[in-house]
């Protein structure tokens, strides 16, 4: 397919763009994308700040040392010539870009992503407002100054507004103005600001979603004279399709649950089954960004225009369909270490008898042996690192959202048949169990580094550890009921009278058949 088709293609053709959260799971796919599609692009500028010793340009080599990008460097090995690093970070004054790297950008930049964001759920709250909100702040100060700017796109979350039921693609009031908690954090310690978290964020589960929501309002107070759209995700999941079906880089959101799951350590956590569960694929996410950048830069609207990119209206994937994939999942594909049979299970109420006998009372036997083999032991710290991410996880398992999806559909229906094919984001056709069985894939090979070739051995070793647990189980059951029958005579008598029922029901049969 020839891209000088493409509409979108062709809007970002000779432009400059300048991303920040480059170097995160979205960021990647973005700048992959990008270089791939639109490669007739100009510059991409990325935010990089020093990190561990190292310098933002030896950064972007690291960066770009990632399979992600081996087939845009199959395609054109000439690609890092079109990105240059820009030393600064979102929580220094003017983001940390010297006056140099500033002027450049004010005179190049067409089109601004920003997709920086603390998206860690337990975030302290005066960081993910430096970050979240405060950073947004600054990005704009910078597009306001931007001499060619066409658009500038800012990635939320459609969990925004997660203490409504029903949203729409509309921008709300927030639960404070930016400006007063902007002021707030200013003076306030950390100690004081942590411990009055939970009456600040109120109906807000965490702090992430707290400040989403008041930097959406922000961008509508200090945009009103910039080109500007946003695009609010739900659940990123994987990769669908570009540029490699299962590509995941992180163990974030219901990510970590196919490793916890699939090797036996993650037996329950809360969850409605007919829930959905609003998943949508990292590619998607970045061809709704482009488009929705096209759009807006194309001027085929002048408003500050919102695109919820999630898929429960459009394409429904509840928990109890993820839990059936996923469990045949771990023994189609099995990880490499399982410690104990995967058998996991989703519950609406009471799920601490299965957690105490199923996961914590085997970490300890099993820390328990490490100890005696002068080894180690993990089980009981894996253990604690579950029950965290899965506590921060539950308050979006046992609830359901409804994300209209006008503006959505909208935007592919605007699309040419070109675009709908190269920037494809309509997850309509997208079938959830091959998805999910990808994504266990994908989480084995990019994440857990698990050779494929392995996977024969690894179900031998499964069937044999299924094997083993049947013949426990009828061994428990053997004693048991040996056990009642030698100690009770009343239980012996029963038994003894079924099984005379038994031989009379069979000779009264084979006397009807003689008829």
């Not at 490499?336 to 085997?362: A, C, D, G, M």
């Amino acid at each position: 397919m020839s891209s000088c088709e493409s509409e979108i293609c062709e809007f970002y053709k000779n432009k400059s763009i300048f991303i920040t959260g480059a170097t995160g799971f979205l960021g990647k796919a973005l700048v992959e994308k990008l270089l791939r599609s639109c490669n007739n692009l100009s510059t991409i500028y990325i935010l990089i700040r020093h990190k561990k010793g190292k310098t933002p340009s030896q950064r972007l080599d690291e960066f770009l040392d990632c399979k992600v990008f081996e087939k845009v460097n199959e395609t054109f090995p000439d690609y890092r010539k079109k990105l240059v690093a820009i030393e600064g970070d979102l929580v220094e004054p003017g983001l940390g870009i010297s006056e140099k790297d500033k002027e450049i950008l004010k005179k190049s930049v067409h089109v601004v992503f920003h997709s920086a964001a603390t998206v860690r759920f337990d975030e302290p709250l005066k960081i993910a407002i430096n970050m979240n909100i405060l950073g947004t702040k600054k990005v704009i100060d910078l597009c306001k100054q931007m001499e060619n700017l066409k658009v500038f796109v800012h990635v939320s979350t459609a969990y925004a507004n997660c203490d409504r039921s029903r949203v729409t693609e509309d921008v709300y009031p927030p639960p404070v103005q930016p400006e007063k908690i902007l002021e707030a954090a200013d003076w306030m310690d950390d100690g004081l600001m942590n411990l009055i978290t939970p009456s600040i964020i109120k109906k807000k589960p965490n702090t992430y979603t707290y400040t989403k929501a008041i930097a959406e309002s922000l961008i509508i107070k200090e945009c009103k004279e910039i080109p500007c759209c946003i695009v609010r995700p739900s659940i990123i999941g994987c990769s669908w399709k570009e540029p490699i079906p299962g590509w995941i880089d992180n163990f974030n959101g219901p990510t970590a649950l196919f490793p916890a799951s699939g090797t036996g350590v993650l037996r329950t956590m809360l969850g409605h089954l007919d829930a959905v569960a609003d998943l949508v694929p990292v590619d998607v996410v970045v061809n709704n960004l482009l488009a929705a950048g096209w759009f807006r830069g194309a001027e085929k609207t002048k408003k500050i225009i919102v695109f919820h990119c999630t898929s429960g209206i459009r394409n429904k994937l509840t928990w109890g369909m993820m839990e059936d994939y996923g469990v045949n999942c771990f023994f189609k594909t099995p990880f490499e270490k399982v410690f104990i049979l995967p058998n996991p299970h989703f519950t609406r109420s009471v799920k601490y008898f299965r957690t105490l006998f199923e996961q914590l009372i085997p970490a300890y036997v099993m820390d328990f042996v490490l100890k005696i083999l002068k080894r180690k032991p993990i089980f009981v710290r894996i253990q604690q690192k579950i029950k965290k991410a899965v506590t921060i996880l539950e308050y979006f398992t046992t609830r359901q959202w409804e994300f209209t999806i006008d503006n959505y559909v909208m935007l592919i229906n605007q699309l040419n048949e070109t675009d709908q094919k190269l920037f494809n984001f309509d997850v309509k056709d997208l079938n959830w169990k091959n998805y999910v069985e990808t994504y266990c894939l994908g989480t084995k090979i990019f994440l857990m580094k698990e050779d494929v070739s392995k996977i024969g051995a690894c179900r031998k070793k499964i069937e044999k550890m299924k094997r083993i647990q049947n013949l426990a189980i009828f061994s428990v059951y053997a004693i048991v009921f040996r056990f009642i029958l030698l100690r009770s005579a009343h239980f012996k008598s029963f038994i003894q009278f079924l099984f005379e029922m038994a031989i009379k029901f069979r000779d009264y049969f084979l006397k009807s058949i003689q008829f």
